[in-house]
């Protein structure tokens, strides 16, 4: 019997590496793939090859930037989506005010090396009371450190010529979880309010005391809501049957 796949979109300048508590709680039950977005200048690029590696059906999630992919392949391909979830992400187009912050990290990338972005990009990212924490905010950083300056101005670009997702979110009928950190100043529970209310029938999350990095911060209670959300029956699984 063929294991069911569960496909795992990983965020701006991550691997697998931030869905590493994922991938050891659900490896054994399923087939776990994690596709590198790395050197992609556009979301419809990496959707595209994610799909190519993905089989015909699967269970999708996405952490930030992959959330964005995975609306991305919904739209490409919804009949090939089992489940969706989407995990600190956003579905707004570009706003002006970002983008100038947003050249000036590539900028600090390009000038001063990647581990210069790192140091100034990861507190905000975290729950206060994880960033004095030496574990997490070493996995991260040796995560963000393995990419390099041209990686990251590739998918700054993809982020800065994104679209507008918000009209999509009514058409998605598969079971979605809409999962967030509680202090999220990314992406704020807000966001992912607006979202959850848009897409029929979606189940939303709030996990406390955790930042945008919530698959690593708060690994236990992510898995507890993607466990559920894993045997949630999918919608045309049933009308199939």
């Keep these: 019997m063929t ?11 991550c691997d697998r590496e931030i869905w590493a508590p994922q991938i ?24 595209e090859a994610t799909l190519v590696e993905a089989p015909a ?4 999630a996405g952490h930030s930037m992959g959330g964005r992919v995975a609306l991305e392949i919904m739209q490409r391909a919804p009949e090939r989506v089992e489940r969706l979830a989407l ?5 707004h187009p570009v706003r002006e005010a970002e983008i100038a912050p947003r050249l000036a990290q590539v900028a600090l990338a390009e000038r001063d090396g990647i581990e210069a972005l790192v140091q100034e990009w990861l507190p905000p990212m975290l729950h206060p009371r994880h960033r004095s924490d030496p ?25 800065l010529h994104r679209r507008d997702l918000r009209p999509s979110l ?21 966001q992912h309010e607006a979202i959850a209310a848009a897409i029929p029938d979606a189940e939303l999350a709030i996990v406390p005391e955790s930042g945008h990095m919530v698959t690593l911060e708060a690994p236990e209670h992510v898995n507890t ?3 559920r959300w894993l045997a949630r029956q999918p919608v045309f699984l049933t009308q199939e049957a």
């Excluded at 294991?3 to 300048?13: F, K, W």
């Excluded at 059906?57 to 999708?60: E, P």
């Excluded at 995990?87 to 579905?91: C, D, E, K, R, Y």
């Design 87 to 91: 995990l600190s992400t956003g579905v």
């Design 135 to 159: 574990k997490l905010v070493g996995a991260i950083v040796s995560m963000w450190c393995r990419g390099t300056p041209e990686i990251f101005a590739k998918q700054i670009h993809a982020a």
């Design 225 to 227: 809501e993607l466990r």
């Design 57 to 60: 059906r699967f269970s999708l």
């Design 170 to 190: 009514a058409g998605i009928h598969c079971p979605t979880l809409v999962l967030v950190g509680a202090e999220d100043t990314w992406s704020p529970p807000a």
């Design 24 to 47: 050891a709680a659900f490896e054994s039950d399923y087939r776990i793939v994690v596709p590198d977005l790395w050197g992609y200048d556009s979301f419809e690029a990496m959707d």
């Design 3 to 13: 294991a069911r796949t569960l496909l795992l979109l990983p965020g701006l300048l």
